[in-house]
């Protein structure tokens, strides 16, 4: 019976050790690599921008959860509109996108023809995966449109290492074009 307590004993001292492990705290890393206004001026370069916000109807949330196949948070967001002398316009949105730990912030501008021209990390998170933020991987969103599966592993090429913020940046784009479409175009 002694030997039966110190055992249990033993366990009950040892095993909070063990949930230190299980409770492993992931560090924070903070790589800014542009600001707002860096990214809004690199898209938008000397174009006067508004800034806007448009709150979905829950149809139109509805709608928008369909066309990406996930649930989405917010029912308001904010984009930034100009206008190009030639009267075309340009969209863009800052988004976050939910990575392995932590939210990759970025921009993604959309065209008059409501395809993507350009996509940048503005803030990573992550301690690995950082490689999601170099030309390479990003210029593949180039000329997307929402119907393009815009998916790693069908249209979209993953940064070995970042598969998680490869999947985040993809369906962030994806989710850039269906709120244009969605909330601006067709409003």
């Known amino acids: 019976m002694n030997k039966l307590f ?9 095993l909070p050790s063990f949930n230190s492990f299980a409770e492993e705290k992931v560090e924070y890393y903070e790589q800014v690599y542009l600001t ?9 370069k000397d174009l ?55 939210p990759i912030t970025f921009i993604v501008s959309i065209n008059n023809k409501i395809t993507v021209e350009q996509v940048a990390i503005m803030i990573y998170r992550e301690k690995r ?14 000329n997307k449109s929402s119907k393009d599966e815009i998916q790693v592993n069908q249209d979209i090429i993953n940064i070995t290492g970042a598969t998680i ?3 985040s940046v993809s369906a962030g784009v994806k989710k850039a074009l269906v709120l244009t479409e969605e909330l601006i175009i067709k409003k």
């Open 6 to 14: 110190v055992l249990v004993l033993s366990i009950f001292l040892i």
């Open 48 to 102: 006067k921008v508004e800034k806007k916000q448009i709150t979905a109807t829950k149809d139109k949330k509805n709608i928008i959860q369909k066309r990406l196949k996930r649930k989405i948070k917010e029912d308001t967001f904010t984009y930034y509109f100009a206008k190009k002398s030639n009267n075309e316009n340009i969209y863009a949105w800052i988004l976050d996108e939910h990575g392995k730990h932590r």
């Open 36 to 44: 707002e206004k860096q990214a809004l001026d690199m898209v938008f």
């Open 165 to 167: 913020s490869s999947w």
């Open 129 to 142: 995966g950082a490689e999601v933020q170099k030309k390479r991987f990003l210029n593949q969103f180039n």
